[in-house]
């Protein structure tokens, strides 16, 4: 079988869920996340596209719903021995399906939490699931339960992060001999995303982020290459990916000489990511951890300049984003505890002079300081 991690591993998963369940006197739980699937059975597709549902019992047995292309990718990749399968056909409806094996779970009349935000499950499969609950039994919003619990990373998916985190560092390697004047993005975003394939890892939960010149200033990623020119701008953003978890990592690299303003915006950008840092501590907040980097640029004259987020939780995430929850944002109360792998980007972007400035990289939280995951220091990338 195709599990990256030992079975006692899922067991403890499964226990600390059962405790979750427990506290909010749930009688079953509906798993619609690829993420909380994977994280609690090793489940690994991306057949979340269509309706699939993951019943998981008070008492930790679990049914798989699903489609008949994912019977052997559930029996290969999962500890899951329990799959049911829907049919595909003209006019078929899965939460009939769903409501008809809950009903064979004896789960008639209880408490079901459902895990409604999730792009596993789009809103009209939602509407239907409502339609099929609404009388079944006392259906309860459970979208946050697993996803808090894989905030907490175990000794063995620290491992994994690492190893994103070196990959991440690898494709930074294999791109800075790319940027230059002449340079192709469509080669540079070939060698990064090589880099991580050749040291095993997966591909990644959204597309990398590459733009130069305008493009340098836009946080998503698009459709076109260019050519650098000799003096230019190149923003990345990618991950380096391990058994789906992620460690994120952002630059704007430069091209010939360093414009008066790229080297102010640098600046604000290292003394904030440096302000982040400290703020990244148990005792703080998720938003102390935003304060921090507001206050900073702020004090740089550059609050019209930057983002209302800078960073977020990384873990095993897929499409269509690697960006987990919680996030820093204004008055995000979650606390910062050790073993959270956290990912934190200074995004700077002076439209008025079309001037692009980031800096970002992966950390791992402690009982203090926390870890950046990345080999590479913070100094500005000229080429």
């Known amino acids: 079988m195709a599990l990256h991690f030992e079975r006692s591993e899922f067991d403890a998963r499964r226990d600390r869920l059962l405790i979750e369940m427990a506290e909010k006197k749930l009688d079953a739980v509906l798993l619609f996340a690829q993420e909380s699937m994977y ?25 798989l719903l699903t489609r008949s292309a994912d019977l052997r990718q559930a029996r290969h990749t999962s500890t899951i021995d329990n799959i049911v399968l829907w049919t595909d056909r003209d006019g078929a409806n899965p939460a009939i399906d769903l409501r008809n094996l809950l009903n064979d779970l004896d789960l008639l009349g209880a408490r079901i939490g459902v895990e409604y935000d999730t792009h596993g ?9 409502d339609e099929q609950l609404q009388t079944f039994g006392q259906i309860a919003d459970a979208s946050g339960i697993v996803g808090r619990l894989r905030l907490f990373k175990s000794p063995a998916e620290i491992a994994k ?4 985190a070196s990959l991440a560092d690898d494709a930074l390697d294999a791109a800075l001999p790319l940027i230059k004047q002449g340079g192709d993005e469509a080669l540079i975003l070939a060698a990064m995303q090589g880099a991580i394939f050749a040291g095993g890892g997966d591909y990644p939960a959204n597309e990398f982020i590459i733009g130069s010149g305008a493009d340098a200033l836009l946080c998503r990623y698009k459709a076109g290459r260019r050519k650098l020119t000799k003096n230019d701008q190149l923003t990345l953003e990618w991950a380096g990916v391990f058994h789906h978890y992620h460690a994120a990592m952002m630059r704007t690299v430069l091209t010939g000489k360093v414009s008066k303003r790229h080297q102010e915006l640098f600046d604000a950008a290292r003394a904030a990511l440096l302000a982040v840092e400290k703020a990244m501590t148990p005792g703080n907040t998720f938003g102390d951890v935003f304060d921090a980097h507001a206050r900073t640029l702020e004090a740089h004259n550059l609050t019209k300049h930057r983002l209302n987020a800078c960073g977020y939780s ?12 919680p996030m820093f944002y204004q008055g995000n ?14 995004i700077i972007m002076d439209s008025e002079t079309e001037t692009a400035m980031t800096l970002g990289r992966t950390y791992l939280t402690t009982e203090s300081t926390p870890k950046p995951l990345s080999r590479h220091d913070l100094d500005l990338i000229v080429q």
């Open 161 to 164: 992060a690492e190893k994103a």
């Open 314 to 325: 990384v873990g095993a995430r897929f499409t269509p984003s690697w960006m987990d929850m």
């Open 121 to 129: 499950l789009t809103a009209y499969n939602g509407r239907r699931v």
């Open 333 to 346: 109360p979650e606390p910062i505890a050790p073993n959270m792998t956290l990912f934190a980007h200074m």
């Open 39 to 63: 994280w609690l059975t090793g489940y690994d597709t991306f057949g979340f596209c269509f309706f699939q549902c993951l019943v998981v019992k008070a008492d930790g047995s679990m049914v």
